[in-house]
């Protein structure tokens, strides 16, 4: 499974992006999908994730609650991110765990997008 991480750029205070992470691979049973982000100087922090259940379940990092939201398929795993500020500026890694026939489940890591939000 490979992943393919697009979305990212510049975008002024109040803007909106999506990102997307699309996911490679034959029979792949996407589990969990998420998306972490790291600003410089700070640590790589959780922004949403989603585990697939039978609902969904989504859970989000306190700081992008109510502006952010994430979905997935099993093609891959989205952002949808809204209301943008400054504080969001980082590069963001996409996650997922996936299963298929011939590896079962394993995690697999995105290149990292960056996502620049100009005051």
């Known amino acids: 499974v490979q992943l393919q991480a697009s979305g990212g750029g510049l975008v002024q205070t109040g803007g909106s992006l999506r990102l997307s992470c699309a996911a490679s691979g034959s029979n792949l049973i996407l589990n969990i999908g998420g998306w972490y982000r790291q600003a410089p100087g700070l640590e790589r922090e959780l922004v949403a994730r989603i585990t697939r259940t039978s609902v969904d379940r989504a859970t989000y990092g306190e700081s992008v609650k109510g502006r952010f939201t994430v979905s997935r398929d099993n093609t891959g795993v989205y952002l949808q991110m809204n209301s943008l500020g400054p504080e969001d500026t980082a590069v963001y890694f996409c996650?997922?765990?996936?299963?298929?026939?011939?590896?079962?489940?394993?995690?697999?890591w995105g290149h990292g997008t960056l996502v620049t939000v100009s005051s």
């Open positions: 996650h997922i765990n996936a299963w298929t026939p011939t590896t079962g489940s394993v995690d697999y």
